[in-house]
């Protein structure tokens, strides 16, 4: 059944918004959603792009960047439990840009060409951005272990990672 | 034998996602054999992937929720009614006037594209079924036309030579 695609793909918008929007209220995932489809409902260019769901997170990604100007940066906050920094915290840290490659490329699985032509950008700053998110969250995980060990007074740990 | 210098944090970031240039991915391999740092690297960057979908994985189980309504009236507009994108090109009273006809084809590729190995898969018989009754159709002519010209050339001995100089 080629019906009800959009029905389906909408459990995945709403992980990918709530991973974009990992910073903010919830809430506002769904928010973004639901102006996702129905700005791909009054687009005209909505049955003109060969592939639904590169067009719907497109606009996803056009509705999420332009909330993202009307308000202030956010500011890279720590994690609410140092002893546990999770992921949600490393993606609010990255940039707008670097995090929504990184979410297309290891949440949503798009080969780099799709979410290059999702974001509307060539192959190579697609791939960029996402070594950058990488490395980015790399060192956010690195910098909270070191926090986390230097409040509980324990020497560096064994596993510490030397560049 | 490789100096992890020769291969960047962004090589080893595309090797990851699998895309890497083929050129290059016997040389990546081996790189991952003799330095266990960038191998432990790729398995870190591997796991938290891993964590991370695990993390937003119940937005999959949610489904559409309170969207689902918004989002058939979509599939409405991207694929309206029949389930062959090609008859939609046909005249389709339904669809607004100002949208471009040549789109409800794009659409189309885009639910090939979209559906899953099951629909892809039911696609394919489909497509063979259809290519099989097509040459069975030909070669029924083809029998037919042939019968008839023979039949012909019983009655007409000038067909039958028209024929032979053939």
Redesign the interface.
């Known amino acids: 059944m080629k019906r009800n695609i959009v029905e389906r793909l909408t459990g995945r918008l709403r992980r990918f918004a709530r991973a974009l929007h990992a910073d903010q209220p919830p809430g506002a995932a769904d928010d973004l959603v639901r102006e996702t489809i129905e700005a791909a409902l009054t687009a005209r260019d909505t049955v003109e792009r060969a592939d639904i769901r590169i067009c719907l997170f497109h606009h996803m990604i056009d509705k999420a960047r332009a909330a993202q100007k009307d308000k202030p940066a956010p500011v890279a906050a720590p994690p609410a439990d140092p002893d546990m920094p999770d992921i949600s915290a490393a993606l609010a840290g990255l940039r707008f840009e670097e995090r929504t490659a990184y979410l297309l490329v290891a949440l949503e699985e798009f080969g780099y060409a799709d979410a290059a032509t999702v974001m509307r950008v060539p192959y190579d700053v697609l791939a960029t951005r996402v070594a950058q998110a990488r490395m980015r969250i790399d060192d956010f995980f690195e910098e909270a272990s070191r926090r986390s060990s230097a409040t509980r007074g324990t020497p560096p740990g064994h596993l510490r990672i030397v560049k | 034998m490789f100096s992890s210098k020769l291969v960047s944090?962004?090589e080893?970031?595309?090797f990851l996602?699998g895309?890497t240039d083929p050129s290059r991915r016997a040389l990546l391999r081996e790189h991952l054999r003799t330095s266990p740092a960038d191998a432990q690297?790729l398995t870190?960057?591997r796991q938290?992937?891993e964590?991370?979908?695990a993390?937003?994985?119940p937005?999959?189980?949610?489904?559409?929720?309170?969207?689902?309504p918004?989002?058939?009236?979509?599939?409405q507009?991207?694929?309206p009614r029949d389930?062959r994108?090609e008859a939609r090109v046909l005249g389709e009273s339904s669809r607004p006037a100002?949208?471009?006809i040549?789109?409800?084809v794009?659409?189309g590729?885009?639910?090939?594209?979209?559906?899953g190995k099951r629909?892809r898969r039911h696609t394919l018989i489909v497509a063979a079924a259809a290519f099989l009754a097509g040459a069975v159709a030909m070669l029924a002519a083809i029998a037919l036309i042939d019968g008839a010209s023979r039949i012909t050339a019983l009655y007409t001995p000038a067909a039958q030579t028209s024929q032979d100089s053939h």
């Open positions: 944090a962004a080893l970031s595309a996602d895309e690297r870190r960057w938290r992937e964590a991370l979908r993390t937003f994985a937005a999959i189980r949610e489904g559409a929720g309170p969207m689902a918004l989002a058939r009236s979509l599939d507009k991207v694929f389930r994108p100002e949208e471009p040549r789109g409800a794009g659409g590729i885009g639910a090939l594209a979209i559906a629909q």
